[in-house]
């Protein structure tokens, strides 16, 4: 088993991924955080107890969901976000010195960085073949090797330059105000505070057979003026040909119109999976709409104990 580090941060390494650097980015995080080779792997060390969080990329705004993320977090033993990190990427084509951008036959990357350059590879390297590596600081190394059988990475610069690479080609991502977004990942325990910018993810298993069950979980939330900032389909598991509903949420649960619409969820689909609620990176509060505070959720709560008498 590997060693305990029970007071530091995991996150998608090597050294210098993107992952790395949007954990750099978080003022609070203990020194010397420790590189996982894979998402999964990542998320194990939290369950273990090898570290006491993780660092892992749930979403970009290119490619959309990290399904290694949404999938481990839905269907792995239980664990919760309680942060979440914003981080802009910027691509750049890699190799080893001397080499042309005419002679780039095989590029190594994370799938998630060829994906946001695949307009630019498609242009400037159409015969190339793309394979997958573990991230993109996992390709800068992989290249860095003079026996590989790659001939360049696409990464961040900061990785590229560790490894002893030159950029045959930079700022090559398709948009250039790609952002991605991280979560931080702890075992279970207590919530995070709201703080009046929160948001909450959610997996929802709807009852398959049911027609308008999707339209009446949008309505639990519509009908208390509660945002979704993010909702994907991911094939189900559990039952083949079904799907589950990975969402985020604008709220927190301590909010009576999450809570409200959370319960209503709750009892109209087959199952929920509470991932956290957790601070905006962006800080943005939601505008409550009117009904829809905690103190006309309590005013309403307590006209109906007076009608119970309770
Ligand atoms: O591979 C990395 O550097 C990561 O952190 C994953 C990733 C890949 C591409 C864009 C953003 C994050």
């Not at 909702?231 to 604008?250: A, K, M, N, Q």
């Not at 962006?282 to 307590?302: I, S, T, W």
């Amino acid at each position: 088993m590997p060693a305990q580090q029970p007071d530091r941060f995991g996150f998608l390494g090597p050294v210098n991924t993107f992952c790395h650097q949007a954990l750099l980015s978080v003022p609070e995080v203990p020194a010397d955080p420790v590189p996982f080779p894979s998402v999964p792997l990542a998320l194990d060390g939290v369950r273990t107890g090898q570290v006491a969080a993780a660092l892992v990329p749930i979403e970009n705004s290119i490619e959309g969901g990290v399904s290694a993320t949404l999938d481990n977090l839905t269907y792995g033993e239980r664990l919760v976000i309680t942060r979440e990190v914003l981080l802009p990427v910027q691509f750049d084509l890699f190799a080893r010195p001397g080499t042309e951008l005419s002679q780039v036959r095989r590029v190594i990357t994370h799938p998630h960085a060829s994906a946001q350059c695949r307009q630019w590879l498609a242009d400037h390297l159409p015969e190339a073949q793309v394979a997958e590596g573990g991230s993109t600081a996992a390709g800068a190394s992989e290249v860095a090797d003079p026996q590989s059988r790659f001939d360049a990475t696409i990464c961040a610069r900061v990785a590229g330059q560790a490894n002893g690479l030159v950029a045959v080609a930079s700022e090559i991502a398709d948009n250039p105000d790609a952002v991605t977004r991280f979560v931080l990942v702890t075992r279970p325990g207590p919530t995070p505070e709201p703080t009046g910018a929160d948001k909450t993810t959610l997996v929802v298993f709807l009852n398959d057979d049911e027609s308008g069950a999707l339209m009446r979980m949008l309505e639990q939330f519509a009908s208390r003026g509660v945002n979704l900032s993010r909702i994907e389909s991911r094939p189900s598991r559990l039952v083949r040909g079904t799907y589950s509903f990975s969402i985020d949420v604008h709220g927190h649960v301590a909010d009576a119109r999450v809570a409200g619409a959370m319960k209503g969820v709750r009892r109209t689909s087959r199952e929920v999976v509470f991932l956290g609620s957790y601070p905006r990176a962006d800080r943005v509060r939601p505008a409550v709409e009117k009904g829809h505070g905690d103190a006309d959720y309590r005013l309403a709560e307590e006209w109906l104990d007076g009608i119970r008498g309770s």
